[in-house]
């Protein structure tokens, strides 16, 4: 089993920046990939930014350029620092997980709320 910590949420005014962190414990030695999804009201839940432990990494194209996704060290932290946030931008952010045997993980999610 993997658990997954979340932080750094928040409120943030359009065009501010805010960084995500995601702590992972647990069973982390079968872990291959990490990063970030998000829910709107409304929507489908999207992938955002994901990264292997080779450090290979993948974007949505619409957030291309204004977020940056990185492992720490011991490839079981990863972050995600979000700059030129958008309106649109807001949602639940989760942190996931994924094994060598594609087992999912999922964080509790963190709320992020781009509003003037």
């Known amino acids: 089993q993997v658990q997954l910590v979340e932080s750094g949420g928040g409120l943030v005014q359009p065009g501010g920046s805010l960084r995500l962190s995601c702590a992972a414990s647990?069973?982390?030695?079968?872990?291959?990939?990490m990063g970030w999804y998000r829910q709107a009201p409304g929507k489908q839940r999207e992938s955002v930014a994901t990264?292997?432990?080779?450090?290979?990494?993948t974007y949505a194209e619409s957030v291309k350029g204004r977020f940056t996704i990185s492992a720490g060290n011991a490839k079981t932290t990863v972050h995600l620092q979000m700059n030129s946030l958008k309106p649109e931008d807001t949602a639940v952010y989760y942190c996931?997980?994924?094994?060598?045997?594609?087992?999912?993980?999922w964080g509790q999610g963190t709320q992020v709320t781009v509003s003037s």
């Open positions: 996931i997980a994924k094994t060598w045997v594609n087992r999912w993980y």
């Open positions: 647990g069973s982390t030695y079968g872990i291959e990939t």
């Open positions: 990264i292997t432990t080779g450090g290979s990494a």
